[in-house]
């Protein structure tokens, strides 16, 4: 089971801490990810962590937007600065684990002024 939480509405230029915690028996965690989606859009991989703490990002988020995990508790962040418009979208958590792939929520983001 994933539970997200951190969006909400804010202003360009602010910033919003994603946190999606993994419980449930969810066990032999290779990849932790935060995707995004728009009405009418398929979703995207915004960024991703793997075991090694290898972090990978999109090109449109790079630079304003940090993927970290704690492993002993089992969360994934997404740090998200600089926010702007275009980045207003639902986002969701995803892990690759030992039986497949689990997804959570969601959690909306709103970026206006």
């Known amino acids: 089971q994933l539970q997200a939480s951190g969006g909400g509405l804010v202003q360009p230029g602010e910033s919003l801490r994603l946190s999606c915690v993994v419980s449930g028996g969810i066990f032999g965690i290779s990849s932790m990810s935060w995707h995004r989606q728009t009405p009418g859009k398929e979703r995207e991989v915004v960024a991703a962590?793997?075991?090694?703490?290898?972090?990978t990002y999109i090109s449109a988020v790079k630079g304003r937007f940090f993927v970290s995990r704690d492993v002993s508790k089992n969360i994934v962040y997404l740090q998200m600065n600089d926010l702007k418009p275009e980045d207003t979208a639902v986002y969701y958590c995803?892990?690759?684990?030992?039986?497949?792939?689990?997804w959570g929520q969601g959690t909306q983001v709103t970026v206006s002024s």
């Open positions: 962590i793997n075991t090694a703490g290898v972090t």
């Open positions: 995803m892990v690759i684990h030992d039986r497949g792939i689990s």
